[in-house]
């Protein structure tokens, strides 16, 4: 159910995208109970310039090249779920040659009502 | 007031494109209460291996080329208007070329609030 | 916090593009209590057919280029700050060279643990 965007500045090599995009797909089966077989992402890339982004906020020193992840999901992860989240993005992030404070991770949480994922049918029964 | 993002691979002709767009809207239209000239779209082209799906989540056989049709749109539409949704969606895709299993949607409701069309006017009245 | 991605079509020139993206921020700065300091967009360029828009919508006379505001942020904004916040963004339409009613500005907000900067740590503490 997680749509995932990433993007990432042109330049990063397939094998590098690939890596990144098993690994944000890894740790959503392992730390937010995403079946396997729950893979839907688009990698996108834009020139180098399009990926504006702060050196400092926070207090990480963001270098770059950066990776925006963005995943779609539905509501209802604790925060500690979302926490491991992280962590074992920043990890993926690392095992594809990005530094660990050079990956971002948004999640916009919607309704289980909100998906189909083919078929024309909607995927998951309402929420009582 | 949806804003609707449609992620192909590259390689779908601009036919295809065109009329996988004009379906979504028509959908929208039809089950979802969006005035026909409410039409906000942008398809996005990807490299096939950028666009990463799953071949058989929920039983559905996916085999490509899948589209991506991301909705934000206002809260508030019922079950049964998205179940309508989904199944016209559906039928825009295989009357653009694709097969029926093929076509993800994703819905991402916000408030009212949360739109300016143009002009730096919010576009419709907060919500009481 | 906010995640902005800006879309426009091809043929924009980079100074227009990066004027736009700066102007964003400048407004989220000014009437929404972003951090200077807290920025990352991604601006996306698409084929002028991708970037479909109506050309009346409510009252608007659309005619293009048009720029497509995107900002994932955290919710509990005001009507009062959303308002200005598509005043601000529209005056930055102008001095990128947009036309006032060309600037689209769609809003979905998340929670504040919704957020990794990086570091693989979640960047807020949750709402208690």
Same mark, same amino acid.
């Given at each position: 159910m997680p749509l995932v965007r990433i993007t990432v500045p042109q330049g990063v090599p397939a094998e590098r995208r690939r890596a990144l995009a098993d690994g944000v797909h890894g740790a959503l089966v392992e730390t937010a109970s995403v079946p396997p077989d729950d893979r839907f992402q688009v990698i996108e890339e834009v020139p180098p310039d399009n990926l504006i982004f702060s050196r400092t906020y926070l207090g990480l020193a963001h270098t770059g090249p950066m990776a925006f992840v963005q995943i779609f999901l539905n509501q209802g992860r604790t925060v500690d779920v979302k926490k491991a989240l992280y962590a074992r993005i920043a990890d993926a992030g690392i095992a594809a040659?990005? !530094? !660990?404070?050079d990956v971002l991770v948004n999640l916009v949480e919607v309704t289980r009502e909100n998906w189909c994922f083919g078929g024309g049918v909607m995927s998951y029964p309402p929420a009582p």
């Open positions: 040659g990005f !530094r !660990r404070e």
